[in-house]
């Protein structure tokens, strides 16, 4: 199978950075809620979703973004979504993503978004 | 000439595992069928959202149920059919809700069925709970 699925996270000047790598499907769908789960729980609520080596994903996937982000929002946090290819921006923008979520080019800029915000 | 018409048909157990699996065995159709990479790519998504949510939704994760994907394409159309003989469900009762109104009840359901419809040109379905149930999706072939 191409691009089988893999999750990274790392904790960076109190941003919690959550990279997917493969295809985020009905089946990897929960390990990514775990991940993005854990690091609320661990009390960040500021969180990038680093998307660049993500090569697909289905309604599961955008799921997780919905149920977290009203959360840390409230919280006074947010996730943002970076470095999205063509093929997955495209998911993303059927469903109206862009008017809720701030989409970043890649992870620098994310930093940079949230630095300023 | 009449156009040949051909088939294919992928039939694997009811798990998520294998939706990587139905999705090569779409994208190869797709391609097949001449179909460029923009409308491989919403086919492909388009299947997987509908098994899923047989997977899920009518057979509750029962891997010893199994769901089809039969394929049939000429030189105008691709159909596609997810076939299988769980619960069923009523479109006319599929979630509604605007994305914006799930985020702020944190809720998620109901996406994948407003994909498909984006997704693919036409959709139909027939719905026999319990018997069989059939989701059928057309792409046309744009020449």
């Given at each position: 199978m191409?691009?089988?699925?893999?999750?990274?996270?790392?904790?960076?000047?109190?941003?919690?950075?959550?990279?997917?790598?493969?295809f985020?499907d009905a089946h990897t769908a929960?390990?990514?809620?775990?991940?993005?789960?854990?690091?609320?729980?661990?009390?960040?609520?500021?969180?990038?979703?680093?998307?660049?080596?993500?090569?697909y994903?289905s309604?599961a996937?955008?799921?997780?973004?919905?149920?977290?982000?009203?959360?840390?929002?409230?919280?006074?946090?947010?996730?943002?979504?970076?470095?999205?290819?063509?093929?997955?921006?495209?998911?993303?923008?059927?469903?109206?993503?862009?008017?809720?979520?701030?989409?970043?080019?890649?992870?620098?800029?994310?930093?940079?978004?949230?630095?300023?915000? | 000439?009449?156009?040949?018409?051909?088939?294919?048909?992928?039939?694997v157990?009811s798990s998520t595992e294998n939706l990587a699996m139905i999705r090569e065995f779409v994208?190869?159709?797709?391609?097949?069928?001449?179909?460029?990479?923009?409308?491989?790519?919403?086919?492909e998504?388009?299947v997987d959202e509908a098994c899923a949510?047989v997977i899920e939704?009518?057979?509750?994760?029962?891997?010893?149920?199994?769901v089809?994907v039969?394929?049939?394409?000429?030189?105008?159309?691709?159909?596609?059919?997810?076939?299988?003989?769980?619960?069923?469900?009523?479109?006319?009762?599929?979630?509604?809700?605007?994305?914006?109104?799930?985020?702020?009840?944190?809720?998620?359901?109901?996406?994948?069925?407003?994909?498909?419809?984006?997704?693919?040109?036409?959709?139909?379905?027939?719905?026999?709970?319990?018997?069989?149930?059939?989701?059928?999706?057309?792409?046309?072939?744009?020449?």
């Amino acid at each position: 199978m191409p691009n089988p699925f893999a999750i990274q996270t790392a904790v960076e000047d109190g941003l919690a950075i959550i990279t997917l790598e493969g295809f985020v499907d009905a089946h990897t769908a929960p390990q990514f809620e775990s991940a993005v789960q854990s690091e609320i729980d661990a009390g960040h609520k500021r969180l990038i979703v680093d998307c660049e080596k993500l090569s697909y994903i289905s309604s599961a996937g955008l799921g997780v973004f919905m149920t977290f982000v009203e959360e840390v929002r409230e919280s006074g946090g947010d996730i943002k979504i970076c470095g999205l290819v063509p093929k997955v921006k495209h998911t993303f923008d059927i469903l109206g993503f862009q008017d809720i979520f701030e989409m970043l080019e890649n992870q620098s800029a994310a930093k940079r978004s949230f630095a300023a915000s | 000439m009449a156009a040949i018409e051909r088939k294919f048909t992928l039939q694997v157990p009811s798990s998520t595992e294998n939706l990587a699996m139905i999705r090569e065995f779409v994208t190869s159709v797709g391609r097949q069928a001449t179909l460029d990479d923009a409308e491989i790519n919403k086919l492909e998504l388009a299947v997987d959202e509908a098994c899923a949510n047989v997977i899920e939704h009518a057979y509750g994760h029962d891997i010893t149920k199994d769901v089809s994907v039969r394929a049939t394409f000429d030189d105008e159309k691709l159909k596609i059919s997810v076939i299988d003989e769980g619960r069923g469900f009523e479109p006319d009762k599929i979630n509604q809700k605007s994305v914006d109104q799930l985020v702020q009840e944190r809720r998620s359901g109901g996406l994948g069925i407003r994909l498909i419809k984006t997704l693919m040109d036409e959709v139909s379905y027939e719905i026999e709970p319990g018997l069989k149930n059939e989701l059928h999706m057309t792409k046309l072939i744009k020449k």
